[in-house]
């Protein structure tokens, strides 16, 4: 069963560094690219960028680039997503995903097909 | 950029009802298109893709159309376990995402 696990809960300051993880298990890790994606409470999916584990190759979103930092450790199948200062407009639940896709002879398919449980992150003073 | 819309935002429907959920793409993606699920307090799960491919596990009282610029995701029977929001994604194979606002389901 194809599983992303990721840590747990943060509470943390205003201008304090903080990385979370997602790990994945049963399957393949370093064949799938991994997503990070940002929900603001009470808000919608927001899509914030992509990490290949082979070679670490990272993509961001316009949006968050130069906001965060998308990371991987293949050695432990485990993608990341950090901050070097926290703002309390950060504040959200983070959902890692797995990117799945293939092409055949009728087209190109895609999708986030596993989805993590969601870390919360909570930035107040 | 190309952006997504999602209509209604939000619809109120009884148990067995047909619903309808749309979503539209400023621009013409073809069938580059993923619907998702999320259950109040959970994380969102994968319905279909490339606009009308059911996934794996998900009922057949799912289903979506449409290319190019409109596409549609229609629950046959409407059941309780499927309160909640309704994402559409667009994507490439360039790895450029981006989510729709998202229709709100619930039970009249």
């Known amino acids: 069963e194809v599983q992303l696990v990721q840590s747990g809960a943060e509470v943390k300051k205003p201008g304090e560094s903080l990385k979370i993880s997602c790990q994945g298990s049963g399957y393949s890790f370093t064949s799938y690219w991994i997503a990070w994606v940002r929900q603001m409470p009470g808000k919608g999916l927001e899509y914030m960028g992509i990490?290949?584990?082979?070679?670490?190759?990272?993509r961001y979103s316009p949006a968050f680039q130069g906001q965060v930092t998308i990371s991987v450790d293949k050695s432990i199948n485990t993608a990341y997503l950090q901050w070097s200062s926290l703002k309390a407009s950060d504040t959200a639940m983070y959902y890692c995903?797995?990117?799945?896709?293939?092409?055949?002879?009728?087209?190109?398919?895609?999708?986030?097909?596993?989805w993590g449980q969601g870390t919360l992150l909570i930035v107040s003073s | 950029d190309i952006q997504m819309t999602q209509s209604p935002s939000s619809l109120s429907a009884s148990v067995g009802d047909r619903v309808t959920l749309t979503c539209r793409a400023s621009?013409?993606?073809?069938?580059?298109l993923a619907w998702y699920q999320q259950k109040p307090g959970k994380g969102p799960k994968l319905l279909i893709y490339?606009?009308?491919t059911l996934h794996s596990g998900v009922p057949s009282r799912f289903s979506g159309s449409g290319s190019g610029t409109d596409f549609a995701l229609t629950i046959s029977s409407l059941q309780p376990e499927d309160v909640g929001t309704y994402y559409c994604q667009k994507y490439n194979s360039a790895l450029q995402f981006t989510f729709g606002p998202g229709t709100r389901v619930d039970l009249k």
């Open positions: 995903a797995r990117h799945r896709d293939y092409s055949d002879f009728t087209g190109y398919y895609a999708s986030f097909d596993s």
């Open positions: 621009q013409d993606i073809g069938n580059f």
């Open positions: 990490i290949y584990p082979v070679d670490s190759d990272a």
């Open positions: 490339a606009a009308s």
